[in-house]
């Protein structure tokens, strides 16, 4: 009886959708490898079509694909990505996720709401993905919302970077609102920093308005740096900008993971008191230039180094030293 041993070859598959193609092309670049084209088009009605360009039987499958306005056509373009590659036979799929959709719809905050990040994680799993990896989530909590490996990535070693190399000299961390102060509170014991906190109130029934209150900390004459994971409106971080201003500030930057920018973010930015404004390219930023003090830095080689272990099911988590989670 002879016996044939068949060593199984592995095929790393990196899939780009069509919201950030610049973000999955530097991502392929840190990887050494090529997009795979997805052929996606558009029905006359609006109905999104995708058919892959070449063979992904047995591959290891990565579909990278940011939540960017329109959310909803960026979203239901992943998931019909994620449901071709599996009748496609793909060995395992896994969703790189740089800004999660939804995100701050994780609980109800009064009666007759959805949650629905819980929501967009059910869809994930119909689609057929193996795993979800996504960019400093909102809430910590939604990665409780799948019943499948989620790999939570921070955007940190970069912003911290960063302020090492642009910040000299004494600066305080600040945290725009309570919800914040632990990632502050990480960012300040990184760098030697210290750490303040600006108390705000959302007024009831409101969205998008916010009022800053009172600062927490020692802010006069001294260069503040507001930490957030993401920047919409901008009505949190500028509020917060404006109280640091009246208690003495010498200097205020603003620093985020996430620029969605929805108007009137950038006149908002334009006007607040801040030198600089530092996001990374989790979003695309359609045109930076309309704000000049605003910097993008590259997540592309944090969410290379995710792709790389998990294909090589190493461990995620040794990447930031186990500070990634939420």
């Not at 990565?62 to 329109?70: L, S």
């Not at 990665?143 to 000299?169: C, I, S, W």
């Amino acid at each position: 009886m002879r016996v044939v041993e068949v060593i199984p070859t592995r095929r790393l598959t990196l899939i780009s959708g069509r919201s950030h193609p610049a973000l999955s092309q530097s991502i392929a670049d840190h990887l050494g490898v090529e997009l795979t084209g997805a052929n996606l088009r558009e029905f006359a009605n609006g109905e999104i079509h995708c058919r892959y360009e070449e063979s992904i039987r047995g591959s290891d499958v990565f579909i990278v694909q940011t939540h960017c306005g329109p959310v909803n056509g960026t979203l239901m373009e992943q998931m019909i990505m994620i449901d071709a590659a599996k009748r496609a036979s793909a060995k395992r799929i896994t969703a790189i996720v740089p800004y999660y959709g939804y995100a701050r719809q994780d609980r109800k905050a009064t009666g007759r709401e959805p949650i629905t990040a819980k929501l967009v994680a059910d869809m994930f799993q119909a689609a057929g993905a193996d795993r979800v990896v996504s960019v400093d989530l909102h809430s910590g909590q939604i990665q409780g919302f799948f019943d499948m490996p989620f790999d939570h990535l921070t955007a940190a070693p970069v912003l911290e970077n960063y302020l090492r190399d642009n910040v000299g000299g004494d600066f305080v961390v600040v945290a725009p609102d309570a919800g914040r102060v632990k990632v502050a509170e990480r960012y300040a014991q990184h760098l030697g920093a210290d750490l303040a906190l600006v108390h705000k109130t959302r007024p009831r029934g409101t969205v998008n308005t916010v009022e800053a209150l009172h600062v927490v900390g020692e802010v006069e004459g001294r260069h503040c740096v507001i930490i957030d994971d993401m920047i919409d409106t901008a009505g949190t971080i500028c509020a917060a900008a404006a109280l640091l201003e009246s208690y003495g500030a010498k200097e205020i930057w603003a620093m985020a993971t996430h620029a969605v920018l929805s108007d009137p973010a950038m006149e908002r930015l334009s006007a607040a008191p801040f030198t600089r404004v530092v996001v990374t390219d989790t979003l695309p930023i359609l045109a930076p230039e309309r704000l000049e003090k605003i910097e993008v830095l590259s997540v592309a080689k944090i969410i290379a180094d995710a792709i790389d272990a998990v294909f090589e099911d190493t461990s995620v988590s040794e990447i930031f030293g186990g500070e990634n989670l939420a």
